[in-house]
């Protein structure tokens, strides 16, 4: 069947896999806060939890090699005189930690050296924190570190703005002032754009250091909430919100030109929001529904997100981190790592794996990924510098060694990605092309997945069939044949209607000269009718669905037709050989024919039928006379 390939995709069986509840992280008191954010971060050494507590807010820290029930008393990190909203850890550090609070404060925190869980005393001993960032006068709900400079820090209030921290001195240096309460953010790859959602439905990219958006257009029409994540080093952000009937979408938007979306895809009419995580690493966008057990998963290709699979689970989750890909098990295969809230008591890790059975690296599925070192300082980044941070080798974590550092610029850029331009209609192709010339489809067009195949592509499958099967037989006589393509008049010929008018001075009425084709139960007799005078026919033609030989043979009763001269066959050529449609169009012409020869012939029958009847029924009358 033409137009039908399957895509072919190294993560086209990536499956989801849970962990034993002996893996797990339980007896957690995860926060009942409705505020929306992920409740959970994760960093190669800890997932940070909102903590439910009682006389001001707090946040806990928990290794990941301490996994099973943790103790009833945790040490925990307190400071905060309301509900710790959100939290997020440095990229560069992973001991330290921000956090935003329903107090409108920051604060800045640092992992004690050798922090666990398990202490000798009974009472546990509380973190305080390193830094705290005054400046908002509402609720912070979203603190988020810039992936590329060292010690900034972006954070989200309720008064409407967000604010650039340089962690080095604690100040705000940069405010960007919306209309609305923001629902998210996500930095750009190099840390100098950054976009937002907001409650007035619209979607912002903010030229950070000029203060002001450089687009601002309209997201998603619906009135819950919306999310958004920058896609890694690609010109593109991915939004999940709702529309005005409540269905969830998925939008995908051009940073250069965000006018308009690229595309906006419902996906379905829960009512949780959609939490969108991007891996740059295998191209994947992750959705988590709030509400929802299950994890959807995309790949991005040709501007297009390609639906992979579903990791399903009854257990539904509130909160859900990603890990960073330095931190995943490559002697697994595993690709990425997720921690989602169940029940509010408990942390699940979910492995997503591709199934292989290699015992070695896989490189093809392990690119370099954004190690531990900044590409610049605080300083130099609010000074105007741009850059992506250093990366690493991935091979060498595997192999147990000291990460091997590669600079960015040395791994390749993802290519800007262009929707697939439209294949050209046939009309328009004009040259013959040879068989043995005929292109291949691009691993491109044969790899992508569309829909399936209308009924025009069915048709022009079916006629490059029969063009193929007409070319071989008259392989020896040409050495090129026509593309299916080229459009061509039959070969006029004088019907056997016309012949017999001339034969017998007879005109054949015109409504027996238009009727239609004889139905499917007349064929096989108008086929098998033998002929009164038969005339030579000439020889079908490249690309007719029905031969010569089989027309002689169903003629069996007939006087077989002569030979045609070679005179009378015309050449077979790229010039002369018509398409399947004017060779249909001539075998209709032919049947056509036949049935009106038929017809005539039943008229005549029924004449002398007639005549005979009256004749007995005089003889008749004599005899009893």
Same mark, same amino acid.
């Given at each position: 069947? $033409?137009?039908?390939?399957?895509?072919?995709?190294?993560?086209?069986?990536?499956?989801? *896999?849970?962990?034993?509840?002996?893996?797990?992280?339980?007896?957690?008191?995860?926060?009942?806060?409705?505020?929306?954010?992920?409740?959970?971060? @994760?960093?190669?050494?800890?997932?940070?939890?909102?903590?439910?507590?009682?006389?001001?807010?707090?946040?806990?820290?928990?290794?990941?090699?301490?996994?099973?029930?943790?103790?009833?008393?945790?040490?925990?990190?307190?400071?905060?005189?309301?509900?710790?909203?959100?939290?997020?850890?440095?990229?560069?550090?992973?001991?330290?930690?921000?956090?935003?609070?329903?107090?409108?404060?920051?604060?800045?925190?640092?992992?004690?050296?050798?922090?666990?869980?398990?202490?000798?005393?009974?009472? #546990?001993?509380?973190?305080?924190?390193?830094?705290?960032?005054?400046?908002?006068? *509402?609720?912070?709900?979203?603190?988020?570190?810039?992936?590329?400079?060292?010690?900034?820090?972006?954070? %989200? #209030?309720?008064?409407?703005?967000?604010?650039?921290?340089?962690?080095?001195?604690?100040?705000?240096?940069?405010?960007?002032?919306?209309?609305?309460?923001?629902?998210?953010?996500?930095?750009?790859?190099?840390?100098?754009?950054?976009?937002?959602?907001?409650?007035?439905?619209?979607?912002?990219?903010?030229?950070?250091?000029?203060? *002001?958006?450089?687009?601002?257009?309209?997201?998603?029409?619906?009135?819950?909430?919306?999310?958004?994540?920058?896609?890694?080093?690609?010109?593109?952000?991915?939004?999940?919100?709702?529309?005005?009937?409540?269905?969830?979408?998925?939008?995908?938007?051009?940073?250069?030109?965000?006018?308009? %979306?690229?595309?906006?895809?419902?996906?379905?009419?829960?009512?949780?929001?959609?939490?969108?995580?991007?891996?740059?690493?295998?191209?994947?966008? /992750?959705?988590?529904?709030?509400?929802?057990?299950?994890?959807?998963? /995309?790949? /991005?290709?040709?501007?297009?997100?390609?639906?992979? !699979?579903?990791?399903?689970?009854?257990?539904?989750?509130?909160?859900?981190?990603?890990?960073?890909? *330095?931190?995943?098990?490559?002697?697994?295969?595993?690709?990425?790592? @997720?921690?989602?809230?169940?029940?509010?008591?408990?942390? +699940?890790?979910?492995?997503?794996?591709?199934?292989?059975?290699?015992?070695?690296?896989?490189?093809?599925?392990?690119?370099?990924?954004?190690?531990?070192?900044?590409?610049?300082?605080?300083?130099?980044?609010?000074?105007?510098?741009?850059?992506?941070?250093?990366?690493? #080798?991935?091979?060498?974590?595997?192999?147990?060694?000291?990460?091997?550092?590669?600079?960015?610029?040395?791994?390749?850029?993802?290519?800007?990605?262009?929707?697939?331009?439209?294949?050209?209609?046939?009309?328009?192709?004009?040259?013959?092309?040879?068989?043995?010339?005929?292109?291949?489809?691009?691993?491109?067009?044969?790899?992508?997945?569309?829909?399936?195949?209308?009924?025009?592509?069915?048709?022009?499958?079916?006629?490059?069939?029969?063009?193929?099967?007409?070319?071989?037989?008259?392989?020896?006589?040409?050495? +090129?044949?026509?593309?299916?393509?080229?459009?061509?008049?039959?070969?006029?010929?004088? $019907?056997?209607?016309?012949?017999? +008018?001339?034969?017998?001075?007879?005109?054949?009425?015109?409504?027996?000269?238009?009727?239609?084709?004889?139905?499917?139960?007349?064929?096989?007799?108008?086929?098998?009718?033998?002929?009164?005078?038969?005339?030579?026919?000439?020889?079908?033609?490249?690309?007719?669905?029905?031969?010569?030989?089989?027309? $002689?043979? #169903?003629?069996?009763?007939?006087?077989?037709?002569?030979?045609?001269?070679?005179?009378?066959?015309?050449? !077979?050529?790229?010039?002369?050989?018509?398409?399947?449609?004017? %060779? %249909?169009?001539?075998?209709?012409?032919?049947?056509?024919?036949?049935?009106?020869?038929?017809?005539?012939?039943?008229?005549?029958?029924?004449?002398?039928?007639?005549?005979?009847?009256?004749?007995?029924?005089?003889?008749?009358?004599?005899?009893?006379?």
């Amino acid at each position: 069947m $033409s137009g039908r390939f399957v895509r072919n995709s190294k993560y086209r069986h990536v499956f989801g *896999r849970s962990a034993k509840k002996e893996q797990c992280y339980d007896n957690l008191r995860i926060s009942n806060n409705a505020w929306d954010t992920n409740l959970v971060k @994760a960093n190669p050494k800890y997932i940070s939890v909102n903590w439910q507590a009682s006389g001001g807010g707090a946040f806990a820290v928990i290794p990941l090699d301490e996994r099973g029930k943790l103790p009833e008393h945790l040490p925990l990190f307190r400071g905060h005189t309301a509900a710790v909203l959100d939290t997020d850890w440095s990229p560069f550090d992973d001991s330290l930690i921000a956090s935003g609070s329903d107090d409108g404060k920051v604060f800045v925190w640092q992992v004690p050296e050798g922090f666990t869980l398990h202490t000798d005393g009974d009472e #546990s001993h509380d973190v305080k924190p390193v830094g705290k960032l005054m400046g908002h006068s *509402r609720k912070v709900g979203h603190v988020l570190f810039n992936p590329s400079a060292e010690n900034v820090l972006a954070s %989200a #209030s309720g008064d409407f703005t967000i604010k650039i921290w340089d962690l080095q001195d604690g100040k705000s240096k940069l405010s960007l002032k919306h209309n609305d309460i923001v629902q998210s953010l996500s930095w750009s790859a190099d840390g100098s754009m950054l976009v937002t959602t907001s409650r007035d439905k619209k979607l912002r990219f903010w030229d950070v250091r000029q203060q *002001r958006p450089a687009h601002e257009v309209s997201g998603h029409s619906g009135a819950k909430n919306s999310r958004v994540v920058w896609m890694g080093e690609h010109d593109r952000v991915a939004t999940t919100g709702f529309s005005r009937m409540s269905d969830r979408q998925l939008g995908l938007w051009d940073t250069r030109n965000p006018t308009k %979306a690229i595309s906006i895809e419902d996906l379905d009419q829960t009512a949780g929001v959609c939490m969108p995580f991007w891996d740059e690493g295998t191209q994947m966008l /992750y959705l988590a529904g709030k509400g929802d057990g299950n994890i959807r998963y /995309y790949e /991005y290709e040709n501007d297009k997100f390609q639906y992979l !699979s579903e990791y399903k689970s009854g257990e539904p989750q509130r909160g859900i981190a990603f890990l960073p890909k *330095r931190g995943v098990n490559t002697h697994e295969n595993e690709v990425a790592r @997720a921690y989602k809230t169940t029940h509010d008591t408990m942390v +699940e890790p979910i492995s997503f794996i591709v199934p292989r059975r290699a015992e070695v690296f896989q490189d093809d599925i392990y690119p370099p990924t954004v190690g531990s070192k900044p590409a610049m300082s605080a300083g130099d980044w609010f000074g105007g510098k741009e850059g992506l941070p250093p990366k690493i #080798s991935l091979e060498s974590l595997y192999e147990g060694e000291e990460p091997v550092e590669i600079s960015a610029d040395s791994v390749p850029k993802p290519t800007r990605t262009e929707t697939a331009p439209a294949p050209a209609p046939a009309a328009a192709v004009a040259k013959p092309v040879r068989r043995e010339e005929t292109p291949t489809p691009t691993p491109a067009a044969t790899t992508s997945r569309g829909p399936p195949p209308s009924m025009k592509d069915n048709k022009e499958s079916m006629s490059a069939m029969a063009s193929k099967f007409a070319d071989d037989e008259d392989e020896g006589s040409s050495d +090129e044949t026509s593309s299916f393509e080229e459009v061509q008049k039959p070969v006029e010929r004088p $019907s056997i209607a016309l012949r017999q +008018e001339q034969k017998t001075g007879v005109r054949t009425p015109p409504h027996v000269q238009k009727d239609p084709s004889p139905p499917p139960t007349e064929r096989s007799s108008a086929l098998s009718a033998p002929e009164p005078e038969p005339e030579p026919e000439p020889k079908p033609q490249p690309g007719s669905t029905l031969s010569g030989e089989s027309l $002689s043979s #169903s003629n069996a009763t007939s006087t077989p037709a002569p030979e045609p001269r070679k005179s009378e066959v015309p050449a !077979s050529s790229s010039a002369t050989a018509p398409t399947p449609t004017g %060779a %249909a169009a001539g075998l209709k012409d032919h049947l056509l024919d036949i049935k009106s020869l038929l017809q005539r012939q039943a008229e005549q029958i029924a004449d002398l039928t007639r005549e005979v009847g009256e004749l007995k029924a005089r003889l008749g009358e004599g005899g009893h006379q």
